[in-house]
């Protein structure tokens, strides 16, 4: 039996060994690519665990240094105790029980702590404002207390008091030393009062993280989230001076970007320092704001994939070795019989390979095999026209006829082949159709037609990507109409508001009144003044270039009060307020003007002044003639009011004469010791200087002189005791006081010494606290019309018969004593009488009103 006759089931033993290798090498091929890929990945979480790891264990440490600035602010908060000592010892002890703390403070706002700070000025521990600022720190070795430095302009105190939030400084050096300050402020009642803070040196985070080790030769470092080291286990000198950003690499410099926004990552680059490929892992310190970064060499973080790998190559490598050597064995076997045949079919698939598909294999083969070259001429005559029909349509496609479609009569799954490459071409032409009519829109810049036709795969890449393009595209457009729009309204009223400026300046400049814009600093520069200031004879220029400043013009005199006065209404909040004073023009002239201050502070807490000045010096003049004529009449109206009164006076002592009756002679009298009081008060407000007050020291002992000459004291060794203290009562007051002394010191001449002869009467006036008024016109019921500036107390007191007991002097016959009692009340007094001791003694209190309330 020939070679040709073997039976084809033997033969196809070759393919079942080739497909035995191939299964092997493949699965192989796909367990050491799993198992390779798994252990990296294992390399890099370890990797990115180490990393967060220590990321969270330095977040903890900043979070516990914060936590003690925020309970000391709160302790000084709830701090009820004025001892600056006891505070100090709180400080020290913050800094034993924290060893990794390097100073720790408190800082409070003028007078907040104890309403003490000018005790503590200049004083050791304290600078020349005294406020009560300690910073504890052992900086230098032991630990001391010193005052804080900067607080006015520094952000550590500053921004605290600006936001009400804690805060933490950006890393600096102080006195040597690397840190970073944690800062809260100090709230009572809703108020700012100061500051507590910690400093935390980062030489400790050097030396912690300087000892950390990854993997053989990995390390650690860590920035701040502005890429700036603060630590580095050999190039000590890049901490605090050189950043991430230093560095030219993009991925160094994207991974510094990743950091600023408080994202973690890793990144694949060359180390500076070593030159090795390394691995940089960087997680975010949040409460810190820095970043914890790992950098381990790829070659030693992947060396157990590396040997995982080489092992497995080396066991598949066995394991293929091994099967081919059996397929070998049993394919030598069997193949021998089929190597014609073989020859054969490689000639005709040589052929095939070369694109000559009319080749055909022959038929005259021994019988097992005889179907085979038939069965594969079929084959080639099967697939030839399905190819060339292909090939047909899919050029067309190429050369751009999307109308093209598949004609031939296929069988089977090359029916499907032409039926899909039909589908294709419909598809293909309805997308680029769709898409084309959607980009016609777009250059009519009609952005509103959508993509109606959408692919699958990668044409849905294409057909997404023209629809985001047309939705961008109509946004951008509508934005755009919307920015014209906008832009056309902004240059309507920007050309309106140029018009209104002109206008505005134009009457500003024709007007008197002259507009600055002040900075609130010495002497106020000014940043803008109109052009009328040429009325005073300067330039805008020679304010606005700072080569003259506003306080300079201001007349030397007035400058102390208006630098206080502005002084005050800026530190009360004050929005608006009005000023007089004098400048000086360039010639060296005096002017009076009027100034409207407008204070202005924005988010920042920069204060600016805007103001209008305008020149008075005219209306001053008329006014200080109008004063001096109106000082001439009050007074020319006294004089009178004096004279008329002493021709009244005069009157009744001349009607007194036609009379013989004592008691009619004696009201007589009366009448014209009262009158001649009120003509003394007169007398008295013409001579005073201000035309308003009476000194009523001198007024008494000129009324009791009169009074004890016109009683003719001298026959009778009667004595007068005055205690005034240096007072002055207005009109209002002085004319009923008057006369209720001249009443008192007359009772006491007529009747206190009756049958004696010799005697004292003594006159007290002091000043007195207005509580006792307060209280003794609560005893009696009354109501006080209005509140005392100042209170007095009256004392006339003789030494005479006393008053008689059986006598109530709030309700007697007595025109005199009625009138006591009811210009007491006019005064708003109270008057008691004193009957413990000999004699007679009327107190009385009273005080002047700010304000009168009349019903």
């Known amino acids: 039996m020939r070679f040709k006759n073997v039976p084809l089931k033997s033969k196809l033993v070759l393919f079942i060994v080739v497909g035995v290798f191939l299964v092997l090498a493949v699965s192989t091929a796909v367990i050491i690519g799993t198992v390779t890929s798994q252990e990296e990945d294992l390399a890099y979480r370890k990797s990115v665990e180490m990393a967060s790891n220590y990321a969270n264990q330095f977040d903890s440490n900043m979070q516990a240094n914060r936590a003690i600035a925020n309970t000391l602010a709160l302790t000084m908060a709830e701090y009820e105790g004025a001892d600056r000592e006891e505070v100090e010892n709180i400080l020290r002890r913050v800094l034993e029980e924290k060893p990794n703390l390097i100073g720790a403070y408190v800082g409070f706002e003028p007078n907040a702590f104890d309403g003490r700070d000018a005790d503590y000025a200049d004083t050791p521990g304290y600078d020349s404002t005294g406020r009560f600022v300690p910073y504890c720190n052992n900086i230098n070795g032991p630990t001391i207390i010193e005052p804080l430095v900067d607080y006015e302009s520094s952000d550590y105190y500053q921004l605290p008091k600006s936001t009400n939030k804690d805060i933490l400084t950006e890393p600096y050096f102080y006195e040597g030393i690397f840190m970073v300050s944690y800062d809260s402020p100090i709230i009572r009642d809703g108020e700012f009062v100061g500051i507590a803070g910690v400093d935390v040196p980062l030489e400790y985070l050097d030396d912690v993280i300087s000892d950390i080790q990854a993997f053989d030769t990995g390390y650690a470092f860590m920035v701040s989230n502005t890429g700036i080291f603060l630590s580095h286990p050999t190039n000590k000198e890049w901490i605090g001076k050189r950043s991430l950003r230093d560095f030219e690499a993009e991925e160094v410099l994207a991974a510094a970007e ?8 890793h990144i694949e680059t060359t180390d500076p320092t070593t030159g090795k490929n390394v691995i940089m892992f960087y997680e975010p310190v949040k409460t810190g704001e820095f970043a914890f970064v790992l950098a ?8 157990g994939v590396t040997a995982l790998r080489n092992r497995l190559l080396i066991i598949s490598a066995i394991s293929i070795l091994f099967m081919a050597a059996l397929g070998y064995m049993i394919a030598r076997s069997i193949t021998k019989p089929i190597d014609e045949i073989v020859e054969d079919f490689k000639s005709i698939a040589e052929d095939a390979v070369k694109g000559k598909l009319d080749v055909r294999a022959d038929t005259d083969v021994e019988v097992d095999f005889r179907e085979i070259p038939r069965g594969l001429n079929k084959i080639l005559d099967a697939v030839i026209v399905p190819i060339r029909e292909t090939m047909r349509v899919t050029n067309a496609l190429a050369e751009g006829e999307l109308k093209e479609r598949v004609n031939a009569d296929l069988q089977g799954e090359f029916r499907e082949l032409g039926d899909t490459l039909d589908k294709f071409s419909e598809t293909l032409n309805a997308i680029i159709d769709d898409s084309n009519t959607v980009l016609t829109a777009f250059q009519n810049n009609d952005f509103k037609r959508g993509i109606e036709v959408h692919g699958q795969g990668d044409f849905k890449l294409l057909t997404d990507g023209i629809e985001e393009t047309r939705e961008v595209l109509d946004r951008v457009t509508t934005q755009r109409m919307k920015t014209e729009e906008a832009l056309l309204a902004y240059a309507l009223e920007l050309e309106q508001s140029n018009k209104l400026k002109e206008e505005m300046e134009n009457i500003i400049n024709n007007s008197p009144v002259i507009v600055f814009l002040w900075k609130y600093e010495d002497m106020w520069p000014a940043e803008f003044v109109s052009e009328n200031v040429s009325r005073l004879g300067y330039s805008p220029e020679d304010f606005t270039s700072k080569r003259l400043l506003y306080g300079e013009i201001v007349h030397p005199d007035d400058l102390v009060r208006m630098k206080e006065e502005l002084s005050k209404n800026v530190e009360s909040s004050c929005d608006v307020y009005n000023s007089e004073y004098r400048i000086l023009t360039k010639s060296g002239e005096p002017r009076w003007v009027d100034e409207r201050t407008f204070i202005q502070k924005n988010h920042l807490g920069e204060i600016r002044l805007q103001g209008i000045i305008l020149d008075i010096t005219e209306h001053k003049k008329a006014e200080e003639t109008l004063l001096k004529m109106e000082e001439i009449r009050k007074k020319e109206i006294h004089h009178r009011i004096k004279n008329n009164l002493q021709v009244i006076s005069t009157l009744l002592y001349l009607e007194s004469g036609n009379f013989l009756d004592e008691k009619t002679i004696g009201a007589f009298k009366d009448s014209q010791h009262r009158v001649k009081s009120m003509a003394l008060v007169h ?32 026959v009778r060794e009667i004595s007068l005791k005055l205690d005034v203290d240096n007072i002055f009562l207005g009109m209002d007051t002085a004319i009923p006081l008057g006369i209720i002394i001249n009443e008192l010191v007359s009772n006491s001449l007529k009747h206190a010494f009756a049958g004696r002869d010799c005697g004292e009467i003594s006159i007290s006036l002091k000043r007195d606290e207005c509580e006792s008024l307060d209280k003794a016109s609560g005893a009696r019921g009354e109501q006080q019309a ?7 107390l009256l004392t006339v007191r003789d030494s005479g018969v006393g008053f008689p007991e059986a006598i109530d002097f709030r309700d007697t016959e007595s025109l005199g004593l009625q009138l006591v009692v009811n210009l007491v009340d006019q005064i708003e007094g109270v008057v008691e009488l004193e009957t413990s001791r000999e004699g007679t003694e009327f107190k009385i209190r009273f005080g002047e009103l700010k304000y009168r309330i009349k019903v």
Do not use: H, W
């Open 258 to 265: 990743d950091i600023q926004n408080g994202v973690g990552g």
């Open 683 to 714: 007398e008295k407000l013409y001579q005073s200087e201000d035309m308003v007050s009476v000194d009523f020291a001198d007024y008494i002992r000129n009324l009791t002189d009169y009074l004890f000459q016109s009683y003719s004291v001298g």
């Open 296 to 303: 381990v060499p790829k070659e030693e973080m992947l060396a």
């Open 786 to 792: 209005g509140e005392a500036e100042e209170c007095f």
